[in-house]
């Protein structure tokens, strides 16, 4: 028995980490967030793809390396530690989760391999199945798609998108397709992407095993809301550590404000909170691929509480940072703002836990 | 991550899963503690199965290797080597036939613990198995008055006359001391020293003159605790574990196993269970509480919770069969996480039933025969015993994440 991540996962998650340690410094992020340098998120993103992040979950068959949800659950965790500025839920690991489950061979031959070798990349968007906002949503004909989907993720530079309609049943559009309005959101989180897709009468390739089948749908956000669990789940580690070394640097009434047990109290807090999240996404990941009877529990909780968790994190943290926690200059802000972007995708913790309700029979 | 014990384990399963269907319904007689769950834990088994005392059934588990496992036969104990999967096993088995598990208490959980690593070859043979057989009933003279979180500021005297240790002073909180023939306890014998290093570890016979016992009744009504006086209680010299003035070493060894043990997470999920049946039967305006929104959500969040610590706990379990897991900070959080968690998972069963929760012993209408109420100020107890929830986060952020020590006020 063995319960955690694996030599390999922790080594990859390290790489990351300096990778990320190295290039998306405080200053590079503000610069790009400001707008001033486009090439910044390309350059992270092309970078990351040559660590390898890209191809995780897709079969060896299809260019991949065939590893399991565990793996990609270490790896979002170092995305959001490091707060890489780059596609990675959405793009590569629900797409071709959608893909591999719902596609046909060609299409699993056609696009599973072009993301392993970086010659595509999707946005994915499944608002509209898990709650519709402003009554947006998609209505399928034949093989032309209609309608608004809200909050599509990664579709920075995507080439294509997976997008679904209330029933569950997934298609492909390329971004190419002139009656494809792409309308770019701004939020709060610099460091993602998110847009609104407006479609008329757009060309669609439909996933036919997802037809009158909601159990794939249901499969890929639950294991998008495990990624996106743990990438506030690194974005959190990160606050706290932040934290407590500020804490003990910082001084006022002639000592280091980690010698205050109000502050030592808040840091200890945060520090209680976290680590059950880790247990929890770990346990959460390998249920999806192994214990299909809890797979859909674990995922909906763990959603729900990492979120829940990691909100108070941003706020504690950054009380501990005082004033300066408020400031740009510090850029404690960038993981803030994540945290609470990450706390809204793929339902918000209110959704995520009466979906658990649900699940249970209740 | 390979959750799998593997197949050596599953002939171990069979065979504790037989046990536990031959024994399903057994009835306890005798109650050693007073303590109101402990009662009802014996009430709820009722059926048409055996009865039999808590000493006959105690033994029977040791005989089979259900309890007492790791503790050499010659002390009364199975003998078996130290398996913690084997103990997750019998845990699980166990609980899910609904059939009590040995009895444990402070003298088997704490002392014998103590014993095996510090005492003397006399002390192993003469205390060790009497506990185990709960032939011996001990209880722990730690806190006192003026030492509650500041554990090492202890005042209770001894003082070598001849062979023999002369006692004065007072504990408190010391659960079961009515009950116990033995104590274990913490007496500054050398007050010279700095404080951590004048203390003794001293076991004294609790029908020693001088010892007076004051329940202390507790906010569930239950005396649950006692005050105990000494007056010149006069104890033989050899009654000491470990040297003079290493008394406070020779107590943290248990007081970190205790802080370990108190948020067990499979408790904490069959409680949950119990609260969900709860919430299925109670209803408010003819419809059911675990349809209305609002509960359901708080129901949501704690169960959210509760899988977290449960997954928490295998990746505990996992750090003590495989090396090299860094779980330091995993373990000092358990304490504080679970205590508080509890006492909010049984603050909701009270919401739940409302006005009807406020209801306390035999009154009409009470629920589940008013176990709700009991716990949630039972384990608010909890989250002050053993340690308060600032007394762990004092340790989490100095131990665990090294910030400093407040600096020392010097005495007025």
């Given at each position: 028995m063995y319960f955690g991540l694996s030599e390999e996962q922790q080594l990859f998650q390290d790489s990351i980490a300096k990778y990320l340690e190295n290039n998306v410094t405080i200053d590079a992020v503000r610069e790009y967030a400001n707008g001033e340098n486009q090439k910044f998120a390309d350059d992270i993103h092309q970078g990351l793809i040559e660590l390898g992040?890209?191809?995780?979950?897709?079969p060896e068959q299809y260019g991949g390396l065939g590893l399991d949800l565990l793996y990609a659950t270490a790896v979002s965790q170092s995305l959001g530690a490091g707060i890489a500025p780059v596609p990675y839920v959405g793009s590569y690991v629900m797409a071709p989760m959608a893909i591999m489950l719902a596609g046909s061979e060609d299409q699993k031959t056609k696009y599973l391999n072009a993301i392993s070798s970086n010659q595509l990349h999707f946005g994915f968007g499944a608002s509209e199945y898990i709650a519709s906002r402003e009554n947006a949503g998609i209505v399928i004909d034949g093989n032309t798609a209609s309608g608004r989907s809200l909050f599509v993720i990664d579709s920075l530079n995507a080439s294509h998108f997976i997008l679904t309609n209330m029933k569950g049943t997934i298609f492909i559009v390329s971004?190419?397709?002139?009656n494809l309005e792409i309308v770019q959101l701004i939020t709060i989180d610099k460091t993602s992407e998110i847009s609104e897709l407006i479609l008329n009468n757009c060309k669609i390739e439909v996933l036919k095993k997802s037809i009158n089948n909601t159990s794939i749908i249901e499969r890929v956000v639950d294991a998008g809301r495990i990624m996106v669990a743990s990438d506030s789940l690194g974005a959190s580690q990160t606050m706290i550590d932040k934290s407590v070394d500020y804490s003990k640097e910082r001084k006022q009434f002639g000592r280091v404000i980690g010698s205050f047990q109000a502050v030592k109290h808040m840091c200890a807090e945060m520090t209680a909170n976290i680590q059950p999240c880790y247990s929890m996404i770990w346990y959460a990941a390998h249920c999806q691929d192994n214990i299909p009877e809890e797979s859909r529990l674990m995922a909906t909780h763990t959603k729900a509480h990492v979120s829940d968790i990691a909100s108070s994190i941003a706020k504690t943290s950054t009380e501990v940072h005082g004033g300066m926690g408020f400031t740009d200059d510090l850029g404690l802000h960038y993981w803030f703002k994540r945290i609470g972007l990450n706390r809204q995708l793929l339902g918000g913790v209110e959704i995520n836990r009466e979906e658990a309700a649900k699940v249970q029979g209740f | 991550m390979n959750l799998d014990f593997g197949c050596e384990y599953n002939e171990f399963r069979a065979e504790v899963s037989d046990f536990c269907s031959e024994h399903k319904g057994v009835q306890l007689t005798g109650n050693l503690f007073g303590r109101y769950e402990t009662i009802k834990k014996r009430r709820s088994s009722n059926s048409d199965g055996k009865t039999m005392s808590l000493a006959e059934w105690q033994i029977l588990l040791i005989e089979n290797g259900y309890f007492a496992r790791n503790i050499p036969k010659q002390y009364g104990g199975y003998g078996g080597d130290l398996d913690i999967v084997k103990n997750v096993i019998i845990n699980t088995e166990f609980s899910k036939a609904g059939i009590p598990c040995g009895t444990g208490g402070q003298g088997i959980d704490f002392l014998v613990p103590t014993l095996l690593e510090m005492g003397t070859d006399e002390q192993k043979d003469h205390y060790i198995k009497s506990a185990l057989h709960l032939e011996t009933i001990w209880c722990q003279g730690y806190s006192e008055p003026n030492a509650g979180s500041d554990l090492a500021s202890l005042q209770t005297k001894g003082v070598l006359e001849g062979d023999e240790w002369v006692i004065n002073g007072q504990k408190i909180w010391t659960s079961t001391a009515k009950y116990s023939q033995m104590m274990f306890c913490l007496v500054?014998?050398?007050?010279?020293?700095?404080k951590h290093k004048g203390i003794s570890y001293l076991l004294i016979p609790m029908d020693t003159p001088g010892i007076e016992i004051r329940p202390l009744v507790d906010m569930t009504l239950d005396a649950g605790f006692n005050e105990v006086f000494f007056t010149d209680v006069r104890i033989p010299a050899t009654n000491i574990v470990g040297k003079r003035g290493e008394g406070w070493l020779v107590a943290n060894k248990t007081l970190v196993h205790e802080r370990g043990s108190l948020g067990d997470p499979d408790k904490m999920v069959s409680r949950l269970n119990l609260l969900i049946a709860l919430m299925k039967n109670e209803t408010m305006d003819g419809k059911r509480i675990i349809d209305h929104p609002i509960f359901r959500d708080r129901l949501m969040k704690i169960q959210g919770k509760t899988l977290a610590l449960k997954a928490h706990g295998l990746r505990l379990l996992s750090a003590n069969i495989n090396k090299g897991q860094d779980v330091d900070l995993g373990i000092m959080i358990v304490k504080l996480y679970g205590t508080e968690m509890r006492y909010e998972l049984e603050a909701l069963a009270i919401d739940v039933m409302g006005e009807l929760g406020t209801l306390y012993e035999d009154s009409p209408h009470i629920r589940d025969e008013g176990s709700w109420q009991y716990a949630f100020m039972y384990y608010l107890g909890l989250i002050i015993g053993g340690g308060t929830s600032q007394i762990q986060k004092n340790i989490i952020s100095?131990?665990?994440?090294g910030m400093p020590r407040a600096p020392k006020i010097k005495e007025a």
């Amino acid at each position: 028995m063995y319960f955690g991540l694996s030599e390999e996962q922790q080594l990859f998650q390290d790489s990351i980490a300096k990778y990320l340690e190295n290039n998306v410094t405080i200053d590079a992020v503000r610069e790009y967030a400001n707008g001033e340098n486009q090439k910044f998120a390309d350059d992270i993103h092309q970078g990351l793809i040559e660590l390898g992040i890209n191809n995780l979950i897709i079969p060896e068959q299809y260019g991949g390396l065939g590893l399991d949800l565990l793996y990609a659950t270490a790896v979002s965790q170092s995305l959001g530690a490091g707060i890489a500025p780059v596609p990675y839920v959405g793009s590569y690991v629900m797409a071709p989760m959608a893909i591999m489950l719902a596609g046909s061979e060609d299409q699993k031959t056609k696009y599973l391999n072009a993301i392993s070798s970086n010659q595509l990349h999707f946005g994915f968007g499944a608002s509209e199945y898990i709650a519709s906002r402003e009554n947006a949503g998609i209505v399928i004909d034949g093989n032309t798609a209609s309608g608004r989907s809200l909050f599509v993720i990664d579709s920075l530079n995507a080439s294509h998108f997976i997008l679904t309609n209330m029933k569950g049943t997934i298609f492909i559009v390329s971004a190419d397709d002139p009656n494809l309005e792409i309308v770019q959101l701004i939020t709060i989180d610099k460091t993602s992407e998110i847009s609104e897709l407006i479609l008329n009468n757009c060309k669609i390739e439909v996933l036919k095993k997802s037809i009158n089948n909601t159990s794939i749908i249901e499969r890929v956000v639950d294991a998008g809301r495990i990624m996106v669990a743990s990438d506030s789940l690194g974005a959190s580690q990160t606050m706290i550590d932040k934290s407590v070394d500020y804490s003990k640097e910082r001084k006022q009434f002639g000592r280091v404000i980690g010698s205050f047990q109000a502050v030592k109290h808040m840091c200890a807090e945060m520090t209680a909170n976290i680590q059950p999240c880790y247990s929890m996404i770990w346990y959460a990941a390998h249920c999806q691929d192994n214990i299909p009877e809890e797979s859909r529990l674990m995922a909906t909780h763990t959603k729900a509480h990492v979120s829940d968790i990691a909100s108070s994190i941003a706020k504690t943290s950054t009380e501990v940072h005082g004033g300066m926690g408020f400031t740009d200059d510090l850029g404690l802000h960038y993981w803030f703002k994540r945290i609470g972007l990450n706390r809204q995708l793929l339902g918000g913790v209110e959704i995520n836990r009466e979906e658990a309700a649900k699940v249970q029979g209740f | 991550m390979n959750l799998d014990f593997g197949c050596e384990y599953n002939e171990f399963r069979a065979e504790v899963s037989d046990f536990c269907s031959e024994h399903k319904g057994v009835q306890l007689t005798g109650n050693l503690f007073g303590r109101y769950e402990t009662i009802k834990k014996r009430r709820s088994s009722n059926s048409d199965g055996k009865t039999m005392s808590l000493a006959e059934w105690q033994i029977l588990l040791i005989e089979n290797g259900y309890f007492a496992r790791n503790i050499p036969k010659q002390y009364g104990g199975y003998g078996g080597d130290l398996d913690i999967v084997k103990n997750v096993i019998i845990n699980t088995e166990f609980s899910k036939a609904g059939i009590p598990c040995g009895t444990g208490g402070q003298g088997i959980d704490f002392l014998v613990p103590t014993l095996l690593e510090m005492g003397t070859d006399e002390q192993k043979d003469h205390y060790i198995k009497s506990a185990l057989h709960l032939e011996t009933i001990w209880c722990q003279g730690y806190s006192e008055p003026n030492a509650g979180s500041d554990l090492a500021s202890l005042q209770t005297k001894g003082v070598l006359e001849g062979d023999e240790w002369v006692i004065n002073g007072q504990k408190i909180w010391t659960s079961t001391a009515k009950y116990s023939q033995m104590m274990f306890c913490l007496v500054r014998t050398e007050p010279d020293e700095p404080k951590h290093k004048g203390i003794s570890y001293l076991l004294i016979p609790m029908d020693t003159p001088g010892i007076e016992i004051r329940p202390l009744v507790d906010m569930t009504l239950d005396a649950g605790f006692n005050e105990v006086f000494f007056t010149d209680v006069r104890i033989p010299a050899t009654n000491i574990v470990g040297k003079r003035g290493e008394g406070w070493l020779v107590a943290n060894k248990t007081l970190v196993h205790e802080r370990g043990s108190l948020g067990d997470p499979d408790k904490m999920v069959s409680r949950l269970n119990l609260l969900i049946a709860l919430m299925k039967n109670e209803t408010m305006d003819g419809k059911r509480i675990i349809d209305h929104p609002i509960f359901r959500d708080r129901l949501m969040k704690i169960q959210g919770k509760t899988l977290a610590l449960k997954a928490h706990g295998l990746r505990l379990l996992s750090a003590n069969i495989n090396k090299g897991q860094d779980v330091d900070l995993g373990i000092m959080i358990v304490k504080l996480y679970g205590t508080e968690m509890r006492y909010e998972l049984e603050a909701l069963a009270i919401d739940v039933m409302g006005e009807l929760g406020t209801l306390y012993e035999d009154s009409p209408h009470i629920r589940d025969e008013g176990s709700w109420q009991y716990a949630f100020m039972y384990y608010l107890g909890l989250i002050i015993g053993g340690g308060t929830s600032q007394i762990q986060k004092n340790i989490i952020s100095e131990r665990g994440l090294g910030m400093p020590r407040a600096p020392k006020i010097k005495e007025a």
